[in-house]
């Protein structure tokens, strides 16, 4: 146990209050006691009452300063030396400088990390243990990510990154270990709680390519996916675009400008078709933000749109308005043979009966388009379309089967029939209408095809427009990759190593003098974190060498400048061969750099596991392996942090 300043003045005043009572106590008994002066008696005992409950406050408060877990500090290798078998670590890295930021002198008891869903870096806020009376909470520190090392090849990526520094959690693998089998974690969250143990919020990919049915997503993840962000098709916009928005211009270019009825071919086309098992799906009224997707649509699209989305609200309209027929074609057939039923002849009461029966039968989640699906369901409406055409058609039975010439009696059932059918004409159309409707819209929604259909066209937008994959502010998020346990960043990083030209354009990205505002901030934080750092500040930065290239005259930078036309990456800057300003020069940097990552992107969904009472061993504090070698020494306690400040300032934040 480390004692230092803050703890010993606890401690030295309890062993000045113990060594007091025992002189009490002694003095007492030695000298006072044999005198029989019982008025001391109550005197000592206040006193020992006192000193007493001194002694246990400053007892308390010294077990409470020693409560949590005292950071240690031990050689980077071995530190690295995980056994996965046993054990898990998560990984907190930061910069040095922010590394530093934490107190030494305490214990720590708690910590929570902290998104700050804006562009600047998410934090760790840690408490400490200060004593009875007041625990420490730490201001913000910044982050770069939480990673878990539970696997040798997550390990050995952090021994491979010998610049990077952090916190190692160490656990106890018990039962953590058997959550996450088979699962590639993607995120990790970590809190540790007033009892010292840990839970951990740990996000998993689920591939795309193994994803083969739309009901597998969960409604929040498709709209997550549809509702991300895209770029823009008109580039002069200020509006933004949605994935959503891309996929929606894409289908109604092939939608007719007329409005649409069940008698407009185009709805059996394999377009048609598909458009409304989409809009069926996902209707812009739902969740969508309508207005930014009108002002993405041109005014045509706009109308088609209206078209489609009206045709499919009436087939959707359609399932409830077709229980509303049944009840009225129920009422009707009971109020019409009410009177007359021993006027009708027996196969048309049985064919009457035999249709109330099913109408009966007709449950109230008919209503409902998801429920239609259901084989009892579908039966029901099978049989009923046949009784419906049945009734229609037994007026030529009736003429066929009675007595010719015909007389009185056998007019009476026409007329009767007549009557019957007038009032009941009406409905059944309806109702087939209905029905017709239905099985068309079912069938549609059904079809394993048009789900495929949706799900590849979802992916390939997704995949083709999302900033998540397709735009440089969003490479800071380090998405998994083609390469296995290597992420897009680490990619990255890996290729600047080998390619000083690749490193002119990542420092030439990161420049924000012309950022207008914080989009890109977190990226470039990202990439100035794994672009190697010179020994000592450059006696020219990359800024003022690109300024010292614009010409005087245009204002613009030319690919023949010498500087340019010897660097074997950079004239790809320039579109066409042709000058461009300094600004235009680092958008062109950085599309250049979104578009390399681009081909190590894979498409996934996240889902997240919440484990609790995970049980922490340890917590180490991990420096810079080159902060280590150059001092010749391994860091074992919280003075040598002191004395290696110095040493350990991050070269770049």
Same mark, same amino acid.
């Given at each position: 146990?480390?004692?230092?300043?803050?703890?010993?003045?606890?401690?030295?005043?309890? @062993?000045?209050?113990?060594?007091?009572?025992?002189?009490?106590?002694?003095?007492?008994?030695?000298?006072?006691?044999?005198? /029989?002066?019982?008025?001391?008696?109550?005197?000592?005992?206040?006193?020992? *009452?006192?000193?007493?409950?001194?002694?246990?406050?400053?007892?308390?408060?010294?077990?409470?300063?020693?409560?949590?877990?005292?950071?240690?500090?031990?050689?980077?290798?071995?530190?690295?030396?995980?056994?996965?078998?046993?054990?898990?670590?998560?990984?907190?890295? %930061?910069?040095?400088?922010?590394?530093?930021?934490?107190?030494?002198?305490?214990?720590?008891?708690?910590?929570?990390?902290?998104?700050?869903?804006?562009?600047?870096?998410?934090?760790?806020?840690?408490?400490?243990?200060?004593?009875?009376?007041?625990?420490?909470?730490?201001?913000?520190?910044?982050?770069?990510?939480?990673?878990?090392?539970?696997?040798?090849?997550?390990?050995? #990526?952090?021994?491979?990154?010998?610049?990077?520094?952090?916190?190692?959690?160490?656990?106890?693998?018990? $039962?953590?270990?058997?959550?996450?089998?088979?699962?590639?974690?993607?995120?990790?969250?970590?809190?540790?709680? !007033?009892?010292?143990?840990?839970?951990?919020?740990?996000?998993?990919?689920?591939?795309?390519?193994?994803?083969?049915?739309?009901?597998?997503?969960?409604?929040?993840?498709?709209?997550?996916?549809? %509702?991300?962000?895209?770029?823009?098709?008109?580039?002069?916009?200020?509006?933004?675009?949605?994935?959503? @928005?891309?996929?929606?211009?894409?289908?109604?270019?092939?939608?007719?400008?007329?409005?649409?009825?069940?008698?407009?071919?185009?709805?059996?086309?394999?377009? @048609?078709?598909?458009?409304?098992?989409?809009?069926?799906?996902?209707?812009?009224?739902?969740?969508?933000?309508?207005?930014?997707?009108?002002?993405?649509?041109?005014?045509?699209?706009?109308?088609?749109?209206?078209?489609?989305?009206?045709?499919?609200?009436?087939?959707? *309209?359609?399932?409830?308005?077709?229980?509303?027929?049944?009840? $009225?074609?129920?009422?009707?057939?009971?109020?019409?043979?009410?009177?007359?039923?021993?006027? #009708?002849?027996?196969?048309? %009461?049985?064919?009457?009966?035999?249709?109330?029966?099913?109408?009966?039968?007709?449950?109230?989640?008919?209503?409902?388009?998801?429920?239609?699906?259901?084989?009892?369901?579908?039966?029901?409406?099978?049989?009923?379309?046949?009784?419906?055409?049945?009734?229609?058609?037994?007026?030529?039975?009736?003429?066929?089967?009675?007595?010719?010439?015909? /007389?009185?009696?056998?007019?009476?059932?026409?007329?009767?029939?007549?009557?019957?059918?007038?009032?009941?004409?009406?409905?059944?159309?309806?109702?087939?209408?209905?029905?017709?409707?239905?099985?068309? +819209?079912?069938?549609?929604?059904?079809?394993?095809?048009? /789900?495929?259909?949706?799900?590849?066209?979802?992916?390939?937008?997704?995949?083709?427009?999302? *900033?998540?994959?397709?735009?440089?502010?969003?490479?800071?998020?380090?998405?998994?990759?083609?390469?296995?346990?290597?992420?897009?960043?680490?990619?990255?990083?890996?290729?600047?190593?080998?390619?000083?030209?690749?490193?002119?354009?990542?420092?030439?990205?990161?420049?924000?003098?012309?950022?207008?505002?914080?989009?890109?901030?977190?990226?470039?934080?990202?990439?100035? +974190?794994?672009?190697?750092?010179?020994?000592?500040?450059?006696?020219?930065?990359?800024?003022?060498?690109?300024?010292? %290239?614009?010409?005087?005259?245009?204002?613009?930078?030319?690919?023949?400048?010498?500087?340019?036309?010897?660097?074997?990456?950079?004239?790809?800057?320039?579109?066409?061969?042709?000058?461009?300003?300094?600004?235009?020069?680092?958008? +062109?940097?950085? +599309?250049?750099?979104?578009?390399?990552?681009?081909?190590?992107?894979?498409?996934?969904?996240?889902?997240?596991?919440?484990?609790?009472?995970?049980?922490? !061993?340890?917590?180490?504090?991990?420096?810079?392996?080159?902060?280590?070698?150059?001092?010749?020494?391994?860091?074992?306690?919280?003075?040598?942090?002191?004395?290696?400040?110095?040493?350990?300032?991050?070269?770049?934040?």
């Amino acid at each position: 146990m480390i004692i230092n300043n803050r703890s010993k003045v606890p401690l030295i005043l309890l @062993g000045i209050l113990v060594t007091i009572v025992i002189i009490i106590l002694i003095t007492y008994f030695q000298f006072i006691r044999p005198l /029989n002066k019982d008025s001391f008696d109550k005197y000592l005992i206040g006193t020992l *009452y006192i000193l007493g409950a001194f002694i246990f406050f400053l007892a308390l408060d010294f077990i409470e300063y020693h409560f949590g877990f005292s950071i240690k500090y031990i050689g980077r290798d071995q530190a690295l030396n995980i056994d996965t078998s046993k054990q898990s670590s998560i990984f907190i890295s %930061m910069s040095s400088d922010e590394l530093s930021k934490i107190e030494h002198e305490y214990k720590i008891t708690k910590f929570s990390i902290k998104d700050t869903k804006s562009n600047s870096s998410t934090q760790i806020y840690i408490e400490y243990s200060a004593g009875l009376l007041s625990n420490i909470t730490s201001p913000g520190i910044n982050i770069h990510e939480t990673l878990l090392l539970n696997t040798n090849e997550s390990i050995d #990526i952090i021994k491979k990154r010998e610049d990077v520094s952090g916190l190692l959690i160490n656990t106890e693998n018990n $039962t953590l270990q058997q959550q996450i089998q088979g699962k590639q974690i993607t995120r990790c969250i970590p809190t540790l709680h !007033n009892n010292l143990t840990l839970s951990l919020s740990l996000y998993y990919a689920i591939f795309d390519s193994s994803i083969n049915n739309l009901t597998y997503y969960t409604k929040q993840e498709l709209h997550d996916i549809l %509702m991300s962000q895209a770029i823009c098709n008109d580039t002069t916009s200020n509006v933004k675009q949605s994935v959503y @928005g891309h996929i929606v211009s894409k289908i109604l270019e092939e939608c007719p400008v007329t409005k649409l009825d069940i008698n407009n071919p185009w709805i059996n086309t394999k377009e @048609g078709k598909l458009a409304i098992a989409f809009f069926t799906k996902f209707n812009p009224e739902n969740g969508f933000d309508i207005d930014e997707l009108s002002m993405n649509l041109t005014r045509e699209l706009n109308i088609k749109l209206k078209h489609i989305t009206d045709y499919v609200k009436h087939l959707q *309209y359609s399932y409830k308005l077709f229980y509303q027929s049944t009840k $009225t074609l129920d009422s009707i057939l009971q109020e019409s043979i009410k009177h007359s039923e021993t006027d #009708i002849n027996e196969p048309l %009461m049985k064919l009457i009966n035999k249709l109330k029966n099913t109408l009966k039968r007709i449950p109230e989640c008919t209503q409902n388009s998801q429920d239609i699906h259901k084989l009892s369901i579908k039966s029901i409406i099978k049989d009923l379309q046949y009784q419906l055409e049945d009734i229609l058609n037994y007026r030529d039975h009736l003429e066929s089967t009675l007595e010719h010439p015909i /007389n009185d009696a056998t007019q009476d059932s026409l007329a009767l029939f007549d009557a019957l059918i007038t009032r009941l004409r009406n409905p059944i159309k309806s109702t087939q209408n209905y029905i017709n409707n239905i099985k068309y +819209h079912s069938k549609i929604i059904q079809d394993i095809e048009y /789900n495929k259909a949706i799900i590849s066209e979802i992916r390939d937008t997704y995949f083709n427009t999302s *900033y998540d994959i397709n735009h440089y502010s969003h490479l800071w998020k380090n998405r998994l990759s083609k390469e296995g346990s290597l992420r897009i960043l680490d990619i990255l990083k890996e290729k600047i190593d080998q390619n000083t030209e690749l490193q002119d354009i990542c420092n030439l990205a990161v420049i924000d003098t012309f950022d207008t505002n914080t989009n890109n901030q977190r990226t470039n934080e990202a990439i100035k +974190h794994i672009l190697p750092q010179p020994e000592s500040e450059p006696l020219i930065s990359i800024t003022d060498k690109m300024t010292s %290239m614009i010409d005087a005259n245009s204002g613009l930078i030319s690919p023949d400048n010498d500087l340019i036309s010897k660097n074997g990456i950079l004239p790809t800057l320039f579109p066409d061969n042709q000058p461009c300003s300094f600004h235009e020069l680092i958008e +062109h940097a950085r +599309h250049y750099i979104t578009t390399l990552c681009k081909e190590y992107m894979v498409s996934y969904i996240e889902r997240e596991i919440q484990i609790n009472n995970v049980q922490v !061993n340890n917590i180490v504090w991990l420096p810079e392996k080159t902060t280590i070698s150059n001092q010749h020494s391994i860091i074992t306690s919280p003075e040598q942090v002191t004395d290696l400040s110095s040493t350990i300032q991050y070269k770049q934040s």
